[in-house]
């Protein structure tokens, strides 16, 4: 064992939430060192060489919900972060070949106006939609981009928050107040089938509330995850995942943070209830008199953390939570562009950057079912994208005509029966490009390679628990101020010194910086 150097601050895991929080740190004057297992930064928003000449933009590949007033605090534009003029359009193919249902994130006249071809009332109801949303948003993007409250506690701080709270909430008025304590708890197929008629619309925007969730769209409490995915969706970075990471790394290094790349974290030291430091794998100490974690709950607590040290209460909420990945991701290298039969007329050139393969809100039910039994779905709801199509002339991810794919097949058991190997993989493969090739049916004779990543690959990848990219379920009990665990839902650990800052803290998971950055926050 070697001894080793000290810092004021240790912080675990160098994806977009560890450089957020340390950033923060090191520009308040703190002495930060960050800890990334593998040999580089960006946990799963980094991009990596997957055949010869083609690089993925990484598993996480939407930047929509990363938070602008955020980039501003750790001034990314001075780091090279741009934003999008335009957002890449969501197109719902139709299996028959027919016109596209297509979504505008940034556009609701657009996409109403192109939904009036699809159903006489649809444009006018997804403007209605829209309206609703964006009044419940701001009270909800208030909740999600705050600490969540101290309830605990009754000093005349902690009360004026929580009245604060109260007062936002108020202030909806009866209509819309009534509307949100409504909805909260829906299931999204409910919420969808009462407002539009169009069941490709409906599959475009129920995919956000079942993204890597245990649930399909008839569960109870989807329609909360479509919710807060609508009212925080802003602007996506220029480049993708890789840009933003990148940013983040400069912003990183020019605050003084020092950055360690294949440095695995094997256990915290901890005496009597105080964090002392960490011990890396290769026998290095590294001491410290804080530490903060970006891993997965369940990592931290029930690996990092000797249950010894532990009140049995955090070992019991440990084992309890649930983190079932269910969304596995498939990497495709192909030979020329990706046509989606009937998308001709709404893409001039072609190129579609984005496109969610379904049906209708059965279909997906459908393909949740058989994950219940640790079973493969004949067909499972892909969320597909093209990221070398707004790479071209920045990054390329791909030689000249050529392009990478990245698929989210949806409704992938973790604990698949018999367990995973490679004929599984292939079987997965097989049903990827099967669901794929009946909507672009030229693509399975346009891969070149295929690189496929089931939610057990996901979690010895990425130390993923359960191989969930959300790093637990977004489900009532486990969403919000319930995050993690109420011992740990304000970042700070019952052990003196440990500080949470990933995903499965408030206000979840996806590639927002806001764990990071109210983690650091608390800690300050």
């Avoid at 790394?249 to 009597?272: F, H, K, M, N, P």
């Avoid at 607590?301 to 000797?306: E, I, K, R």
């Avoid at 977004?474 to 101020?481: A, E, I, K, V, Y």
């Amino acid at each position: 064992m070697s001894t080793s150097g000290s810092a004021n601050v240790v912080v675990i895991g160098g994806g977009h939430n560890g450089l957020v929080c340390a950033t923060l740190l090191a520009r308040a004057g703190r002495q930060v060192t960050l800890l990334e297992r593998r040999g580089f930064l960006g946990g799963l928003a980094a991009g990596e060489e997957f055949h010869p000449g083609f690089r993925s933009a990484g598993v996480h590949l939407d930047t929509a919900f990363f938070r602008p007033a955020l980039a501003a605090e750790l001034d990314l534009e001075h780091h090279g972060l741009r934003w999008r003029e335009r957002e890449a359009a969501v197109y719902a193919p139709d299996l028959a070949g027919g016109d596209p249902v297509v979504l505008y994130p940034d556009d609701v006249e657009a996409t109403a106006g192109g939904l009036q071809t699809h159903s006489d009332s649809d444009g006018s109801a997804y403007r209605s939609w829209c309206s609703d949303v964006g009044r419940l948003g701001g009270f909800l993007r208030g909740v999600l981009d705050a600490p969540p409250p101290d309830v605990d506690s009754r000093t005349l701080g902690a009360l004026w928050e929580l009245g604060k709270k109260g007062l936002a909430l108020r202030r909806l008025g009866q209509r819309d107040m009534a509307e949100l304590l409504r909805v909260g708890p829906m299931c999204v197929a409910d919420w969808l089938n009462e407002r539009f008629a169009t069941d490709r619309l409906k599959v475009l925007l129920a995919v956000s509330a079942i993204t890597s969730a245990w649930t399909g769209p008839w569960s109870a409490g989807t329609a909360l995850p479509l919710l807060v995915a609508q009212a925080t969706r802003s602007r996506s970075v220029q480049g993708g995942p890789a840009a933003l990471v990148d940013a983040l790394t400069a912003a990183a290094r020019a605050a003084g943070v020092t950055l360690r790349t294949d440095c695995e974290v094997q256990r915290l030291l901890i005496e009597d209830g105080v964090v002392k430091g960490v011990r890396l794998q290769d026998g290095e100490e590294l001491e410290a008199g804080h530490v903060a974690s970006s891993c997965d709950p369940k990592q931290l607590l029930l690996d990092l953390v000797s249950p010894r040290d532990l009140p049995p209460v955090l070992v019991r909420r440990g084992l309890a939570w649930r983190n079932r990945g269910t969304t596995a991701v498939v990497h495709l290298a192909l030979d020329g562009p990706l046509h989606f039969t009937g998308c001709e007329k709404a893409v001039p050139d072609g190129l579609v950057e984005r496109a969610i393969l379904g049906t209708d809100i059965d279909s997906l039910e459908r393909a949740f079912d058989p994950v219940k039994y640790g079973e493969l779905p004949d067909r499972p709801c892909l969320e597909v994208s093209v990221p070398s199509v707004s790479s071209q002339g920045i990054a390329p991810m791909a030689p000249k005509g050529q392009h990478v794919v990245t698929i989210q097949a949806h409704f992938v058991p973790y604990g698949l029966a018999g367990g995973w190997n490679e004929d599984r993989r292939q079987e997965l493969r097989e049903c990827v490009l099967k669901t794929l090739a009946c909507y672009a049916p030229d693509a399975p004779g346009r891969v070149l390679a295929a690189q496929v990543l089931t939610p057990y690959d996901l979690e010895q990848r990425y130390r993923l628990s359960g191989g969930h990219l959300q790093h637990g379920e977004h489900t009532l009990d486990q969403f919000l101020h319930l995050r993690p665990n109420p011992e740990c839902a304000r970042y700070a650990t019952p052990l003196k010194g440990l500080w949470m800052c990933g995903s499965g803290s408030h206000p979840g998971g996806g590639v927002t910086g806001m764990p990071g950055a109210l983690g650091a926050r608390s800690m300050l």
